[in-house]
């Protein structure tokens, strides 16, 4: 048991949860996708530095899309140089091999490939059928593993789709499977619309083992639309998983996804890891002073609970 300082939880140890978590940070790719105006590449730059000297290690910094799909991140080219010589992990969403030209030209060490679990989001996100983007995806990862780069692969709609409702867990088994054996490193369980609870979740990571899927290759990626996102982490925690997605400040959703609200934030996470006594590298002062200053520059304030609490501390 370790002593609170002012504004951090008492750190009491629980059973059964790892001792270190790596927070893999989205908020400057799946948050940014989402603002409805442009935030200008020296901000994203900045932002991305600023993430980087709070402790976050691994970064995802911005897409090679269609420009026209997600205008939000068409100055990928723009930004990556200048972001690339932090020594941090800088992973960036590849949907084709377009993509992948476009992030390997710029020296890219690690991409994402972002499959669904659903038809219905396949086509709304990549205008492809489920089949037609895993087959998209292949040459992709192949190409990506030749040239020694680190490949994760998403799987969107893992726990609920708009359009479609609830997913069967062995649809979502299928589609990790498919993208585990085409090589990708390891996967992130997208519950997009933040429809996950915490039996659910165990659920799926259950079932995933049971179909030859190691807990180590897999994340969690969880979007906090019904408050469930911490819950659902402790769930996964319990079950052994030691990657989890979270987005500074909470800022998220996703363009090609109805309903669709922000990640779970950042320091949220980082408040309940540490109050569990688990590693994670990261400085929540300077990262609650680096949201504040994000949400300084998009006219709004952040909807992190942790932010909101400890920034209004005086
Ligand atoms: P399409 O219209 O079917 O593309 O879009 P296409 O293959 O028919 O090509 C049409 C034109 O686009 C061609 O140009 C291509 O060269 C060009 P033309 O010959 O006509 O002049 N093109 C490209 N240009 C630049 N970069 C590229 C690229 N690809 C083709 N990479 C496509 C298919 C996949 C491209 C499109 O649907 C797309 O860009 N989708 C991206 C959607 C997206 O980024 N969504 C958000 C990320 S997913 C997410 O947020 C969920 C996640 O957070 C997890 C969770 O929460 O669940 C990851
Ligand atoms: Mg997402």
């Not at 498919?178 to 997208?190: F, K, N, R, T």
Request: hydrophobic share 45%; aromatic share 6%; glycine share 10%.
């Amino acid at each position: 048991m370790t002593t609170p300082e002012l504004g951090l939880p008492m750190a009491v140890p629980a059973q059964g949860l790892p001792a270190a978590v790596r927070i893999y940070e989205v908020g400057a790719r799946d948050g940014l996708q989402n603002e409805k105006g442009t935030v200008p590449t020296e901000v994203k730059a900045e932002f991305i530095h600023r993430l980087a000297d709070a402790g976050l290690t691994t970064i995802e910094a911005t897409s090679f899309v269609h420009p026209k799909w997600v205008p939000q991140l068409a100055d990928a080219e723009q930004l990556f140089p200048r972001v690339s010589e932090l020594p941090v992990a800088l992973p960036v969403l590849v949907p084709n091999e377009r993509g992948l030209d476009r992030a390997l030209a710029l020296g890219a060490r690690q991409v994402a490939v972002f499959a669904s679990a659903t038809e219905s989001f396949a086509k709304a996100n990549l205008n492809r059928t489920l089949d037609e983007s895993l087959a998209m995806f292949e040459p992709v990862v192949n190409r990506a593993k030749t040239e020694g780069r680190h490949v994760r692969g998403y799987i969107s709609m893992s726990f609920g789709d708009p359009w479609e409702g609830a997913v069967p867990i062995p649809q979502v088994v299928r589609v990790c499977r498919a993208l585990l054996d085409m090589g990708c490193d390891e996967l992130s369980l997208g519950d997009t619309i933040g429809v996950a609870t915490a039996g659910h979740v165990r659920a799926l990571l259950s079932a995933l083992n049971e179909a030859g899927v190691p807990t180590h290759t897999l994340g969690v990626h969880f979007h906090d639309t019904y408050g469930q996102a911490l819950a659902n982490t402790l769930a996964a925690l319990q079950h052994g998983i030691t990657t989890v997605d979270a987005s500074a400040g909470g800022l998220g959703g996703c363009p090609y996804a109805k309903s669709a609200t922000g990640n779970l934030a950042t320091e949220d996470l980082v408040w309940m890891l540490r109050g569990l006594g688990i590693d994670t590298g990261v400085d929540l002062d300077r990262l609650i002073t680096t949201s504040v200053w994000m949400a300084e520059q998009l006219g709004r304030p952040s909807p992190s609970r942790t932010v909101r609490a400890l920034s209004h501390k005086e």
